[in-house]
């Protein structure tokens, strides 16, 4: 819960206060600001940790194309799951992904495909449309059963978590550092846990086109 | 005339090499403005290009899935289609991963920097940049942009080099040369120039020498001649300046203006020509006709009539002329009536003629009349010439006129051989009856040298008598209007008159009346016989007078 929070390159990690309540499972809760102490929403956040999982969820994943723009912007996966890409535009969308984490394209089309596709490996995708410049997601593929992705608040809540140590990974789109930011915590019994973690952010042409829809120069 | 024609020439001089001068000054700023534009618009169709590139899907794929030989010639592929000089990939970190279109010197291999860490900040900043760069000793004129894979996945570099096509271009205007010098340490080096290599050198000397301007037109002297100077500013990375050198010979520039200064002075010295010939002829028909005028007019003051003014123009200076000596004619015409007036009524009644309104009328005054005549002039005539008769008489009477002139007389008038002459008018005199006695005294002795003299010469020796009477007499102009007389009427003038018939007769030369007795007794009197007139009542006594008393 400090307020101030330095502009360098080094993540500061900022403890806040801890409650210890005797209770089988905690809540944590994880606030994700960018350097310069706003609020960071659409910020992946996984929890790494030695104990036995539970089984990897098994649900399915969209990301629609509508209004010549992909959403949602940031979605969270579990290895191995699958992601479908629906084109509900009515005009055609070239999907396609160079990344290493998952490189692939669909056809050109203007039809509501149904194919999906399997992430595999853990890392961070970035897709895209090769006709509309602007239209780009964000899917990072983790290798845990505990993931979130920060809401409008920035925040990411994680319910009824086993006690234990986890360490929280976070990263978004527009990280200046190549690898996630982390943060051990202990979460007990019972009880809220919150954690605040900063992310320097590149600026924003790096990660987020602006859209250019309208009657441009292009 | 010449100070307002040498300092008009000079005003006009110095306002035409002003005007020159600024007006090269400015065609050196355009000429700055459109080389920036140049290389601007150059920039801009980079990055359009580039754009493009970035967003060749087959590119993309190229990049992601490719070796790094595929990749260069994918790379080499679209620079030709741009047709830049240089086009690199570096990753995000801003390293070396293509190089295409310049060997890749050391420091060029893939994974080494890019050396210019202020391009890639400013690069990173804002998403796109441009500049100049010094690479392996070339200058080029590049951009930086994302290869966007759908986001930023590494950096496009991509360019011209500054050589001399690049400067080529903008050589529009005749004579104006450009250079292009970067400066490290404020060491300044030439790096590509449209000068030949002599002034080339020159140049670097000079601004090494003095350092460099920018932004203001000055002179730089490169060898002998002096450059009209304007240095503008480029846009560079890596820490170093570099500078585009625009200049102008200054004389060459100047040409045409030399040529107008050098017509100017033609043009003024023809004014002055003409001016100095105006001045001849002006000084010729005025100032010389006006000086002999002025001449001739003087000479006029002084009395010489006969002075005639030569002008042989027909002009109004020659009708000027013209009149002149009309006016001198006429002047000397006056002069000579006025003169002969003189001499034939005597100065004294010439002047009183002249000064008075001329009237018939007269005043009635006191005066003394004398009358004399010759006794026996008509006899000596008989064995004469009429010539030698006029001869003596002329001498007689100019002889006695002199004496009645010593007295104070006046001739009325001569009657043949007979004066008449008027003591008292027209000018006053109050001692006129002494006057008139001692006349008629002296007149005497002057007949007596007279005859001595026409003794000698075999003329006849003459005799005269002599009348003087004083009263009161009319004297004034008497005649007609066109044709009178100043003179003395009245009884007094009768018995003058009488009296010097009675000379002869009483045996006397001089008779005097009673009344002149009286009023002159400063003389000695013998009484004589007195004689009865006609007209009077009483008879007249007479008297003749010898010597002045003591």
Redesign the interface.
Known sequence: MLKTMRRTKWIPILIGFMTSLPLQAGDLVVQVVDDGGQVLPDAAVYLVTDQAAEGMPSTSYEVEQKDKMFSPFVTVVPAGANVSFPNRDGIGHHV?S?SPAK?FQLPLSEQELTEQIVFESPGIV?????IH????AYIYVVDTPYFAKTDAGGQAVFSDLPAGDYEIHVAH?GMKSVQAVTAMVAVGESGNVNQNMALSI??R?????EPRMHEEVY | MLLVQLVSLYLVDAANTRNANALIGESLVTTVRSFHNSINSRNDALTLAGSTLSGDYAFKIAYATSGPETVESALTNQRLRIGADLMFLLDLSGNYQIVSGIAPGPGMQAGDPFPFADFMQALENNGEVSGIIHLNSRLYSVIGIPLLSPVPVAWVILGFEVNEAFIGQLLDESGTAITVAYDVDENYSIQVSSLVEELRFQVEEAINASGLVTDSNYEMQVGDAPYLTYISSLAAWGGEQVYAILQRDRNQALAPYFRLRVLLIVISLLALLVSLFGGAVIANTVTRPVKVLVNSAREIERGDYHHVVNLQQEDELGLLGQAFNNMSKGLYERDRVQNLLGKVISPEIAQELISSDVQLGGEEKEITILFTDLRNFTGLSENRSPSDMLDILNEYLTRMTAVIDRHGGVVDKYIGDAIMALFGAPVNLPDHPSRAVACALEMLDELVLCNASFKTRGWPELDMGIGVHSGKVVVGNMGSSDRLNYTAIGDGVNLASRLESATKDCGVPIIVSEATRNMAPDFEYQELQAIQVRGRQQAVRMFTPSVKKA
Do not use: R
């Open positions: 396609y160079f490189s970035t897709v895209g449309c090769n410049d602007w239209m780009v789109p590149k600026p042409y790096f990660w987020q086109p």
